[in-house]
Structure formats: C-alpha cells, structure tokens
C-alpha cells in the first residue's frame, strides 16, 4: 500500500489543493496521483465548459509525469505516470479518455502536444499509453491563424504572449535549488507547481486573449 492510499480521501483532495498566484490571477490548482480525484477535478472542469465553443489548455510535462489541463482559473495537474501505477491502471481512466475526445472541446497546448496529424493522438508514460484526441491545436497556429501572421507559426511562447499583448513572467528557479525528478515526486511544492503550470497557463491565456478579441472585432463589423 503506497502512503497515499493510507490517507482518508477528503485528507486528499485538501492536500491536493494549491492556490496559486500568477500575475494578479490566483489559480485554485489540484495535484493529484489518484484517479478518484482525477475523475472529479475533470468534472469540476467540465462544469466551467458553459461557453458556445469551449477550449481547455493542455500540456504535457516529462513524458507524463504531468498532464495538465487549464480553465478559467481552475488547474488541472495529473500526475499521470504516478497515477497508473499507485492505482494499477493498464488502460487510461474511460472519464479521461472520453474528455479529451470529446467533439465539443478545443484543447490548446504548447508545440510539444500537437498529435500525430494521422492518428490524433500524444503518446505518454513509460509504457506508452495514448491519449487520444479528437480536437487539439497549437497555441502557435492559433495565433498565426487568428492574427492572420505566418511568422507566429514558428514563435516562442513567450513571442506569442507578447504579440497578443499579455504579460506572464516565467518562474525564476535556479537549478541547484531544484530537486532531480521532482516532476515524478509524491509532492510538489508551491515553486514547483507555479513552473509546470507556465506553459499551460500562458498557452489559456494567450487562446482566451485571441478569441475574445476575435468576437469582439465580428461583433462589431
């Protein structure tokens, strides 16, 4: 039995829980190894899909030690490897397989995320589960595509923010401060969170920044 499953489930989830300050924006996050709190943070997220085309942010971080994914100002941080062991999964939980296929969602992610054009789908974990998607886009060619600019196709995160006109420091860590493999660790601290949540924070950001103008300039026409 690992240590966490000597744990009551509601000791869990408040242990799971991070309030985290990026910028002015306070982001309530959960960092979980369990698939019983992976299913009900996924429905928590879905509750915030309220909107005519809704879009999550994504990312994968360390060959899936993490899987995040990014609403509104809820966060998502699956510690995914982790998860399939401590819980003996030989197949990827059904309720997250059927989020990210889900035709209504658009899941926006870094360059790292974007699936194989054929067979739409990331490949993680060391045994290789694959998630499968239906719809997942590159902040990059979102940006190029809505600005209407083909350099954007090849920018940087940080170029990106800055085109569209948002400001997110990235975390400052030195190196010797860092703890090996801490993306695989049974905890993470408040430091480690705020830096695997960067890129799929400034990746939402930068999607709800384009899409809000976007309506805004048809509204208007």
Not at 40 to 53: F, G, N, Q, V, Y
Not at 81 to 96: E, G, Y
Not at 202 to 207: D, E, N, R, V
Request: hydrophobic share 40%.
């Amino acid at each position: 039995m690992s240590l966490s499953e000597r744990l009551p489930l509601s000791w869990l989830v408040q242990a799971s829980t991070y309030n985290v300050k990026i910028g002015e924006e306070t982001v309530i996050t959960t960092v979980t190894d369990r698939e019983a709190i992976a299913i009900s943070s996924i429905s928590a997220l879905k509750s915030e899909l309220r909107t005519l085309d809704p879009f999550v942010g994504i990312d994968v971080v360390n060959n899936g030690d993490l899987l995040l994914f990014h609403v509104k100002k809820r966060c998502l941080i699956i510690q995914f490897n982790r998860m399939m062991k401590l819980d003996n999964l030989t197949d990827i939980p059904p309720s997250l397989q059927e989020f990210l296929c889900d035709e209504t969602i658009t899941f926006i992610g870094p360059k790292n995320i974007s699936p194989n054009s054929i067979e739409s789908s990331y490949i993680v974990g060391s045994s290789g589960q694959r998630l499968k998607f239906t719809r997942v886009v590159d902040v990059g060619y979102l940006t190029g595509k809505l600005c209407k600019k083909p350099d954007l196709l090849s920018s940087t995160l940080e170029e990106l923010m800055g085109r569209v006109g948002i400001d997110i420091k990235k975390p400052i860590i030195s190196e010797r401060s860092m703890r090996p493999d801490w993306q695989s660790s049974s905890v993470l601290s408040e430091e480690e969170v705020k830096l695997a949540m960067y890129k799929v924070h400034s990746c939402y950001q930068i999607a709800t920044k384009l899409i809000t103008d976007a309506t805004s300039a048809t509204a208007n026409q």
